[in-house]
């Protein structure tokens, strides 16, 4: 952060310099507010890691496990997705929380012309490359993204953001690296409208799930165990898209898809 220094020689913030929220509250907070916000910082950042840790333990078999538990679904969404986007082969694509690099691989097939993929867990971006050696992918934080202001037309998401530590940050910061008049794109799991539909999703989501995942991926927290409770906290359709428009998006459309399973979200910057 830039600063000032006044004739008796303190220094002050530049009023001309951006302050993220950390530190306009630890201008203002008393010292057991500023301990608290540390105390809050240093949860995320465990929580952070301890979802980096299990996803490059399951990266062997995480696709495997996808394909075979949602029945190759998940492909025909990521397809769906990409298709709404409406490509025209000129656009930079941003694929962050890519994963195994799936979502950027059918931008990249559907007609983006330059696609970068990037994720915390490093287990997971080697089996991207392996698939997909024409993408860049690297290893990056969704709320702190290393590139400039304005660097893509385009940014994608698919069944990412709940793992975020802070979702606001991480929809602001998506929101920053798209240049104006930009697209972010979030494909994400939700929970059913339909209430009969609901129960028998949740009955499987809930108990069948995990449990083949952990014969598969070995241990009680792996992320299929963790995918149900995840979904079950995460904001609901229409508080998503009010919380991509607070992080700086005007308009946001919202597609359901196989009876609300999963959503697509598609904002302008």
Same mark, same amino acid.
């Given at each position: 952060?830039?600063?000032?220094?006044?004739?008796?020689?303190?220094?002050?913030?530049?009023?001309?310099?951006?302050?993220?929220?950390?530190?306009?509250?630890?201008?203002?907070?008393?010292?057991?507010? @500023?301990?608290?916000?540390?105390?809050?910082?240093?949860?995320?950042?465990?929580?952070?890691?301890?979802?980096?840790?299990?996803?490059?333990?399951?990266?062997?078999?995480?696709?495997?496990?996808?394909?075979?538990?949602?029945?190759? @679904?998940?492909?025909?969404?990521?397809?769906?997705?990409?298709?709404?986007?409406?490509?025209?082969?000129?656009?930079?694509?941003?694929?962050?929380?890519?994963?195994?690099?799936?979502?950027?691989?059918?931008?990249?097939?559907?007609?983006?012309?330059?696609?970068?993929?990037?994720?915390?867990?490093?287990?997971?971006?080697?089996?991207?490359?392996?698939?997909?050696?024409?993408?860049?992918?690297?290893?990056?934080?969704?709320?702190?993204?290393?590139?400039?202001?304005?660097?893509?037309? @385009?940014?994608? =998401?698919?069944?990412?953001?709940?793992?975020?530590?802070?979702?606001?940050?991480?929809?602001?910061?998506?929101?920053?690296?798209?240049?104006?008049?930009?697209?972010?794109? =979030?494909?994400?799991?939700?929970?059913?409208?339909?209430?009969?539909?609901?129960?028998?999703?949740?009955?499987?989501?809930?108990?069948?799930?995990?449990?083949?995942?952990?014969? @598969?991926?070995?241990?009680?927290?792996?992320?299929?165990?963790?995918?149900?409770?995840?979904?079950?906290?995460?904001?609901?359709?229409?508080?998503?898209?009010?919380?991509?428009?607070?992080?700086?998006?005007?308009?946001?459309?919202?597609?359901?898809?196989?009876?609300? =399973?999963?959503?697509?979200?598609?904002?302008?910057?």
């Amino acid at each position: 952060m830039q600063r000032w220094t006044d004739p008796d020689g303190t220094a002050r913030p530049d009023a001309g310099a951006r302050l993220d929220w950390t530190t306009i509250c630890l201008i203002v907070a008393s010292p057991a507010d @500023v301990q608290r916000l540390r105390f809050q910082d240093e949860a995320e950042r465990k929580r952070g890691q301890r979802i980096s840790h299990m996803f490059d333990r399951i990266a062997p078999t995480y696709d495997l496990l996808n394909h075979l538990l949602s029945g190759n @679904v998940d492909a025909r969404w990521r397809k769906t997705a990409v298709k709404l986007l409406g490509l025209n082969g000129t656009e930079r694509a941003l694929d962050a929380c890519t994963g195994t690099g799936d979502l950027a691989i059918a931008l990249k097939k559907g007609g983006a012309g330059e696609v970068v993929g990037t994720d915390f867990a490093p287990a997971m971006l080697e089996v991207a490359r392996e698939k997909e050696p024409s993408i860049r992918f690297d290893v990056a934080d969704t709320t702190a993204l290393p590139f400039p202001d304005d660097s893509f037309d @385009v940014a994608t =998401v698919g069944f990412g953001v709940r793992n975020l530590d802070n979702l606001d940050a991480g929809l602001a910061d998506l929101c920053r690296v798209l240049r104006p008049g930009g697209r972010l794109m =979030v494909l994400e799991f939700n929970r059913p409208p339909n209430p009969v539909f609901r129960a028998i999703y949740h009955t499987y989501f809930m108990i069948v799930l995990p449990i083949i995942g952990n014969l @598969v991926s070995g241990g009680a927290d792996n992320a299929y165990a963790y995918l149900p409770r995840s979904v079950m906290a995460f904001p609901g359709p229409t508080e998503l898209a009010d919380r991509m428009r607070g992080a700086g998006f005007s308009e946001v459309e919202i597609k359901p898809l196989t009876f609300g =399973v999963a959503y697509v979200h598609i904002a302008t910057k």
